[in-house]
Protein backbone atom coordinates (compact mmCIF):
# COMPACT_ATOMS: atom_id res chain seq x y z
CA UNK A 1 0.00 0.00 0.00
CA UNK A 2 1.36 3.10 -0.71
CA UNK A 3 1.76 6.23 1.67
CA UNK A 4 0.36 9.63 -0.22
CA UNK A 5 2.86 12.39 0.49
CA UNK A 6 2.76 14.34 3.35
CA UNK A 7 0.82 18.09 2.48
CA UNK A 8 3.11 20.57 1.88
CA UNK A 9 2.89 22.13 5.13
CA UNK A 10 4.01 18.85 6.99
CA UNK A 11 7.74 19.65 8.08
CA UNK A 12 10.53 19.26 5.13
CA UNK A 13 14.21 18.45 5.14
CA UNK A 14 14.93 20.25 2.12
CA UNK A 15 13.50 21.75 -1.27
CA UNK A 16 15.02 21.65 -4.11
CA UNK A 17 14.42 25.09 -6.18
CA UNK A 18 15.29 25.37 -10.01
CA UNK A 19 17.34 28.40 -11.28
CA UNK A 20 17.04 30.38 -14.37
CA UNK A 21 19.89 28.79 -16.53
CA UNK A 22 19.35 28.98 -20.27
CA UNK A 23 19.16 32.92 -21.97
CA UNK A 24 17.91 31.14 -25.12
CA UNK A 25 14.86 30.21 -22.83
CA UNK A 26 14.55 32.81 -20.85
CA UNK A 27 16.00 35.72 -23.49
CA UNK A 28 15.75 39.42 -21.87
CA UNK A 29 13.69 38.42 -18.48
CA UNK A 30 16.63 36.41 -17.58
CA UNK A 31 18.71 38.31 -14.81
CA UNK A 32 15.52 39.44 -13.07
CA UNK A 33 13.91 35.91 -13.05
CA UNK A 34 17.16 35.00 -11.60
CA UNK A 35 16.78 37.60 -9.03
CA UNK A 36 13.42 37.18 -8.01
CA UNK A 37 14.40 33.07 -7.88
CA UNK A 38 17.19 33.86 -5.61
CA UNK A 39 15.07 36.12 -3.03
CA UNK A 40 12.74 32.92 -3.01
CA UNK A 41 15.09 30.89 -2.59
CA UNK A 42 16.64 33.24 0.43
CA UNK A 43 13.33 33.70 2.08
CA UNK A 44 12.74 29.94 2.27
CA UNK A 45 15.79 29.66 3.96
CA UNK A 46 15.65 32.27 6.84
CA UNK A 47 19.20 31.83 8.03
CA UNK A 48 19.25 29.17 8.62
CA UNK A 49 15.61 29.03 10.48
CA UNK A 50 13.84 27.40 7.60
CA UNK A 51 15.05 24.28 5.88
CA UNK A 52 17.51 23.03 4.03
CA UNK A 53 17.34 24.59 0.45
CA UNK A 54 19.03 23.43 -2.43
CA UNK A 55 19.40 25.49 -5.52
CA UNK A 56 19.58 23.50 -8.67
CA UNK A 57 21.18 25.45 -11.21
CA UNK A 58 21.75 23.52 -15.09
CA UNK A 59 25.77 24.44 -15.72
CA UNK A 60 28.39 25.90 -14.10
CA UNK A 61 27.58 29.77 -15.33
CA UNK A 62 24.31 29.78 -14.19
CA UNK A 63 26.02 28.22 -10.59
CA UNK A 64 28.11 31.14 -10.77
CA UNK A 65 25.53 33.56 -11.10
CA UNK A 66 23.61 32.20 -8.53
CA UNK A 67 26.38 32.66 -5.91
CA UNK A 68 26.48 36.10 -6.44
CA UNK A 69 22.90 36.31 -4.98
CA UNK A 70 22.07 33.68 -2.48
CA UNK A 71 22.56 34.20 1.25
CA UNK A 72 24.65 31.43 3.08
CA UNK A 73 22.06 29.32 3.77
CA UNK A 74 21.53 28.32 0.67
CA UNK A 75 23.18 25.44 -0.97
CA UNK A 76 24.04 25.20 -4.73
CA UNK A 77 23.31 21.73 -6.72
CA UNK A 78 25.01 21.71 -10.04
CA UNK A 79 22.47 19.34 -11.89
CA UNK A 80 20.98 19.39 -16.23
CA UNK A 81 17.58 20.22 -16.50
CA UNK A 82 15.77 21.99 -19.20
CA UNK A 83 14.10 24.03 -17.48
CA UNK A 84 13.27 25.36 -13.91
CA UNK A 85 9.86 24.01 -12.77
CA UNK A 86 11.13 21.16 -11.02
CA UNK A 87 7.56 20.79 -9.25
CA UNK A 88 6.51 18.74 -12.66
CA UNK A 89 10.34 17.23 -13.99
CA UNK A 90 11.27 16.05 -10.42
CA UNK A 91 11.12 13.45 -8.00
CA UNK A 92 7.36 12.95 -6.29
CA UNK A 93 8.16 12.14 -2.79
CA UNK A 94 5.58 9.47 -0.94
CA UNK A 95 5.23 9.20 2.59
CA UNK A 96 7.24 6.27 3.22
CA UNK A 97 10.06 8.17 1.86
CA UNK A 98 10.43 6.84 -1.61
CA UNK A 99 10.24 8.60 -5.04
CA UNK A 100 8.19 8.47 -7.43
CA UNK A 101 8.85 9.22 -11.04
CA UNK A 102 6.43 9.92 -13.88
CA UNK A 103 7.08 10.14 -17.39
CA UNK A 104 7.25 13.87 -18.77
CA UNK A 105 6.37 15.09 -22.27
CA UNK A 106 6.90 18.54 -22.22
CA UNK A 107 3.71 19.85 -20.73
CA UNK A 108 1.97 17.63 -23.57
CA UNK A 109 4.42 17.99 -26.59
CA UNK A 110 4.74 21.94 -26.11
CA UNK A 111 8.12 22.68 -24.98
CA UNK A 112 10.66 19.61 -25.43
CA UNK A 113 13.96 20.74 -23.49
CA UNK A 114 17.23 17.88 -23.17
CA UNK A 115 17.83 17.35 -19.62
CA UNK A 116 13.99 17.61 -18.31
CA UNK A 117 13.00 13.73 -19.28
CA UNK A 118 15.42 12.71 -16.61
CA UNK A 119 16.20 15.17 -13.95
CA UNK A 120 13.36 13.72 -11.60
CA UNK A 121 15.91 10.13 -11.38
CA UNK A 122 19.03 12.09 -10.95
CA UNK A 123 17.98 13.94 -8.16
CA UNK A 124 16.41 10.94 -6.84
CA UNK A 125 19.72 9.56 -7.32
CA UNK A 126 21.32 12.28 -4.99
CA UNK A 127 19.79 12.12 -2.09
CA UNK A 128 19.86 8.21 -2.21
CA UNK A 129 15.89 7.85 -2.44
CA UNK A 130 14.55 4.44 -3.46
CA UNK A 131 12.89 5.36 -6.71
CA UNK A 132 9.89 4.02 -8.49
CA UNK A 133 9.40 4.94 -12.24
CA UNK A 134 5.44 5.31 -13.17
CA UNK A 135 5.04 4.76 -16.58
CA UNK A 136 2.37 7.23 -17.33
CA UNK A 137 2.85 11.08 -17.72
CA UNK A 138 1.64 13.36 -14.31
CA UNK A 139 3.44 16.99 -13.65
CA UNK A 140 3.27 17.68 -10.08
CA UNK A 141 1.44 20.87 -10.26
CA UNK A 142 -1.34 19.10 -11.94
CA UNK A 143 -2.37 17.44 -8.35
CA UNK A 144 -2.12 18.86 -4.81
CA UNK A 145 -2.88 16.71 -1.55
CA UNK A 146 -3.95 17.79 1.78
CA UNK A 147 -2.10 14.57 3.54
CA UNK A 148 -5.37 12.10 4.26
CA UNK A 149 -5.61 10.66 1.44
CA UNK A 150 -7.43 13.67 -0.88
CA UNK A 151 -5.98 15.10 -3.80
CA UNK A 152 -7.12 18.17 -6.18
CA UNK A 153 -6.47 18.18 -10.21
CA UNK A 154 -8.01 19.77 -13.03
CA UNK A 155 -9.95 17.49 -15.46
CA UNK A 156 -8.48 19.82 -18.45
CA UNK A 157 -5.04 18.86 -17.26
CA UNK A 158 -5.47 15.04 -15.93
CA UNK A 159 -7.54 13.93 -18.58
CA UNK A 160 -6.18 15.82 -21.43
CA UNK A 161 -5.53 13.41 -24.65
CA UNK A 162 -1.96 15.65 -25.18
CA UNK A 163 -1.02 13.41 -21.94
CA UNK A 164 -2.35 9.92 -21.45
CA UNK A 165 -4.36 9.47 -25.16
CA UNK A 166 -7.82 7.88 -24.19
CA UNK A 167 -6.96 7.91 -20.01
CA UNK A 168 -10.78 7.65 -18.39
CA UNK A 169 -11.50 9.43 -15.25
CA UNK A 170 -11.82 6.25 -13.20
CA UNK A 171 -8.47 5.18 -14.45
CA UNK A 172 -6.93 8.07 -13.42
CA UNK A 173 -8.19 7.58 -10.06
CA UNK A 174 -7.02 4.21 -9.77
CA UNK A 175 -3.33 5.20 -11.01
CA UNK A 176 -3.37 7.98 -8.85
CA UNK A 177 -4.45 5.33 -6.16
CA UNK A 178 -1.66 3.05 -7.03
CA UNK A 179 1.36 5.32 -7.41
CA UNK A 180 0.81 7.84 -4.76
CA UNK A 181 -2.12 6.49 -2.28
CA UNK A 182 -4.72 9.38 -3.41
CA UNK A 183 -7.75 7.39 -2.31
CA UNK A 184 -10.53 10.16 -3.35
CA UNK A 185 -10.07 12.52 -5.95
CA UNK A 186 -11.40 16.12 -6.24
CA UNK A 187 -12.26 16.47 -10.00
CA UNK A 188 -12.41 20.37 -10.11
CA UNK A 189 -12.70 21.64 -14.37
CA UNK A 190 -10.33 24.41 -16.49
CA UNK A 191 -7.34 26.17 -14.65
CA UNK A 192 -6.42 29.55 -15.55
CA UNK A 193 -6.91 31.51 -18.90
CA UNK A 194 -3.28 30.84 -21.03
CA UNK A 195 -1.93 28.74 -18.93
CA UNK A 196 0.28 26.78 -20.89
CA UNK A 197 0.33 23.61 -18.11
CA UNK A 198 -3.61 23.10 -19.74
CA UNK A 199 -4.50 23.78 -16.20
CA UNK A 200 -2.40 22.88 -13.25
CA UNK A 201 -4.09 22.80 -10.18
CA UNK A 202 -1.81 24.32 -8.24
CA UNK A 203 -2.64 28.00 -9.75
CA UNK A 204 -6.17 27.56 -9.56
CA UNK A 205 -6.66 26.00 -6.26
CA UNK A 206 -4.59 24.43 -3.47
CA UNK A 207 -4.76 22.73 -0.33
CA UNK A 208 -4.06 25.00 2.80
CA UNK A 209 -5.51 22.18 5.48
CA UNK A 210 -7.25 18.65 5.63
CA UNK A 211 -10.08 18.79 3.71
CA UNK A 212 -9.91 22.78 3.65
CA UNK A 213 -9.40 24.28 -0.28
CA UNK A 214 -8.16 28.08 -1.05
CA UNK A 215 -9.65 29.46 -4.30
CA UNK A 216 -9.38 32.95 -5.35
CA UNK A 217 -12.30 35.34 -5.47
CA UNK A 218 -12.51 36.53 -8.92
CA UNK A 219 -12.27 40.68 -9.62
CA UNK A 220 -13.81 43.07 -11.93
CA UNK A 221 -13.22 41.89 -15.31
CA UNK A 222 -11.28 39.04 -14.19
CA UNK A 223 -10.42 36.85 -17.19
CA UNK A 224 -10.99 33.39 -14.71
CA UNK A 225 -13.95 34.40 -12.71
CA UNK A 226 -16.50 31.72 -14.24
CA UNK A 227 -13.30 28.96 -13.68
CA UNK A 228 -12.95 30.09 -9.93
CA UNK A 229 -16.68 29.93 -9.75
CA UNK A 230 -17.05 26.61 -10.88
CA UNK A 231 -13.82 25.42 -9.00
CA UNK A 232 -15.67 26.58 -5.68
CA UNK A 233 -19.07 24.78 -6.29
CA UNK A 234 -17.40 21.53 -7.36
CA UNK A 235 -15.26 21.29 -4.38
CA UNK A 236 -18.34 22.54 -1.69
CA UNK A 237 -20.45 19.89 -4.01
CA UNK A 238 -17.56 17.64 -2.93
CA UNK A 239 -17.73 18.51 0.64
CA UNK A 240 -14.63 20.61 0.71
CA UNK A 241 -14.44 23.76 3.10
CA UNK A 242 -13.53 26.64 0.68
CA UNK A 243 -11.54 29.71 1.86
CA UNK A 244 -11.03 32.88 -0.56
CA UNK A 245 -8.35 34.54 -1.27
CA UNK A 246 -7.97 37.77 -3.51
CA UNK A 247 -6.89 36.99 -7.10
CA UNK A 248 -4.54 39.28 -8.67
CA UNK A 249 -7.23 40.34 -11.67
CA UNK A 250 -6.79 40.60 -15.04
CA UNK A 251 -2.63 40.83 -15.61
CA UNK A 252 -1.33 41.58 -18.82
CA UNK A 253 1.84 41.22 -20.91
CA UNK A 254 2.28 42.91 -24.31
CA UNK A 255 -1.38 42.84 -23.93
CA UNK A 256 -1.84 39.67 -23.59
CA UNK A 257 -3.53 37.93 -20.47
CA UNK A 258 -1.14 36.10 -18.46
CA UNK A 259 -1.82 33.10 -15.56
CA UNK A 260 -0.58 35.46 -12.78
CA UNK A 261 -1.56 33.65 -9.51
CA UNK A 262 -1.35 34.59 -6.23
CA UNK A 263 -2.11 30.43 -5.20
CA UNK A 264 1.15 29.27 -6.72
CA UNK A 265 2.96 30.13 -2.83
CA UNK A 266 4.96 27.86 -1.36
CA UNK A 267 4.57 26.66 1.83
CA UNK A 268 8.24 26.43 3.88
CA UNK A 269 8.85 25.15 6.93
CA UNK A 270 9.22 28.56 8.28
CA UNK A 271 7.91 30.77 5.57
CA UNK A 272 4.93 30.94 2.99
CA UNK A 273 6.46 32.71 -0.08
CA UNK A 274 3.53 34.43 -1.95
CA UNK A 275 4.51 35.68 -5.66
CA UNK A 276 3.26 39.01 -6.27
CA UNK A 277 3.26 41.10 -9.61
CA UNK A 278 2.31 44.85 -8.76
CA UNK A 279 -1.62 44.34 -8.62
CA UNK A 280 -3.85 46.48 -6.41
CA UNK A 281 -4.39 43.19 -4.61
CA UNK A 282 -1.11 41.89 -3.40
CA UNK A 283 -0.28 43.27 0.35
CA UNK A 284 -4.37 41.72 0.85
CA UNK A 285 -3.14 38.64 -1.27
CA UNK A 286 -0.58 38.20 1.70
CA UNK A 287 -2.39 38.89 4.56
CA UNK A 288 -4.87 36.30 3.52
CA UNK A 289 -2.52 33.61 3.16
CA UNK A 290 -0.96 34.87 6.75
CA UNK A 291 -3.88 34.13 8.13
CA UNK A 292 -4.15 30.86 7.08
CA UNK A 293 -0.60 30.20 8.24
CA UNK A 294 -0.11 31.83 11.95
CA UNK A 295 2.43 29.94 13.12
CA UNK A 296 4.44 30.73 9.64
CA UNK A 297 5.66 34.13 8.27
CA UNK A 298 3.86 35.04 4.96
CA UNK A 299 5.77 36.80 2.73
CA UNK A 300 4.86 38.63 -0.58
CA UNK A 301 7.89 38.67 -2.73
CA UNK A 302 7.80 40.15 -6.66
CA UNK A 303 7.51 37.09 -9.36
CA UNK A 304 6.67 38.57 -12.71
CA UNK A 305 9.56 37.87 -14.29
CA UNK A 306 9.73 34.04 -13.35
CA UNK A 307 5.79 34.59 -14.77
CA UNK A 308 7.29 35.06 -18.04
CA UNK A 309 8.65 31.77 -18.13
CA UNK A 310 5.23 30.27 -17.49
CA UNK A 311 4.80 30.09 -14.25
CA UNK A 312 6.04 30.83 -10.36
CA UNK A 313 7.28 30.02 -6.78
CA UNK A 314 5.47 26.17 -6.37
CA UNK A 315 6.49 25.76 -9.86
CA UNK A 316 9.88 26.19 -9.48
CA UNK A 317 9.83 23.94 -6.14
CA UNK A 318 9.74 20.93 -5.16
CA UNK A 319 9.86 19.54 -1.04
CA UNK A 320 11.05 16.86 0.80
CA UNK A 321 9.16 15.76 3.24
CA UNK A 322 10.70 15.21 6.76
CA UNK A 323 9.78 11.74 7.74
Excluded at 39 to 63: M, P, S
Excluded at 64 to 76: F, N, P
Excluded at 141 to 146: E, F, K
Excluded at 218 to 247: H, K, M, Q, T
Aim: proline residues 7%; negative net charge; charged residues 25%.
Amino acid sequence: MTLPPPPEWAPHDAVWIGFPSHPEIWGPPLEAARAETAAFANAIAAGGKGERVLLVAADDEAARAASLLIDRGVELVVEDFGDVWLRDTGPIVTGDGSARIFAFNGWGGKYDFPGDEDVAERLARRRRLKATRCEWVLEGGAIDGDGTGLVVTTEQCLLNRNRNPGLAQRTAEEWLARDLGYDRVLWLGDGLVNDHTDGHVDNLARFVAPNRLAVPTPEENDPNWLIYIDAARRAEAFGVEVVRIPSPGRVLVDEEVVPASYMNFYIGNAVVAVPTYGQPNDDAAVAAIQALFPDRRAIGLPAAHILTGGGSFHCISQQLPRL
